[in-house]
């Protein structure tokens, strides 16, 4: 049996529905990259939100005021800080001068909340809950001097727990440029 030839209005159909399936596949690509798009967009503004959250926690009770407590204490006593620095003869003796000190200005709790602050922040960059550079901006030098001004302290901790990795985050924080 011979095939019949496709009439105007056959072709025309086929050619529709050919478009058809090529329109329909170019949008689902185009709305399957618009989708990602948002879902990256939205993924990036919860990380920016999720830094402001330690932001909102840095600049309210209890933190801010044991953060402004150990800045007058240590601002206070800046001139036997320096005297340490300056006379010490080894490094031990100056982690003794930090050690002794905490202790003396009954610190040691106000030092472990920053710790746990910084830590805690350290910890949702490194596993991008927190954006990086938002909080790299807000943080990087608090967290910096912190690190420095009580490294010694926190070996102390390190070793006295026999946690030999207890404040590495905040260490990665400080060392990690953006």
């Known amino acids: 049996m011979p095939i019949a030839p496709m009439t105007q209005l056959q072709r ?55 953060r402004r407590k150990l800045d007058e204490i240590w601002y206070a006593n800046l001139a036997k800080l320096e005297r340490a620095l300056q006379t010490r003869t080894n490094d031990e003796q100056y982690t003794q001068f930090i050690l002794d000190f905490i202790e003396q200005k009954r610190l040691d709790a106000d030092v472990r909340e920053m710790i746990e602050f910084f830590r805690s922040l350290a910890i949702c960059t490194q596993n991008k809950i927190c954006d990086e550079r938002t909080a790299k901006a807000f943080f990087g030098d608090h967290a910096t001097s912190f690190y420095h001004l009580h490294y010694r302290y926190i070996t102390y901790l390190r070793n006295k727990t026999g946690d030999l990795s207890y404040g590495w985050e905040i260490q990665e924080f400080t060392k990690k440029k953006n």
């Open 12 to 66: 025309w159909k086929a050619f529709s529905d050919v478009l058809a399936t090529w329109v329909g596949i170019i949008a689902a690509i185009s709305g399957g990259i618009f989708a990602t798009y948002e879902y990256l967009e939205n993924k990036e503004a919860s990380r920016i939100r999720e830094s402001l959250v330690f932001v909102e926690r840095f600049s309210k009770s209890p933190i801010y005021e044991i």
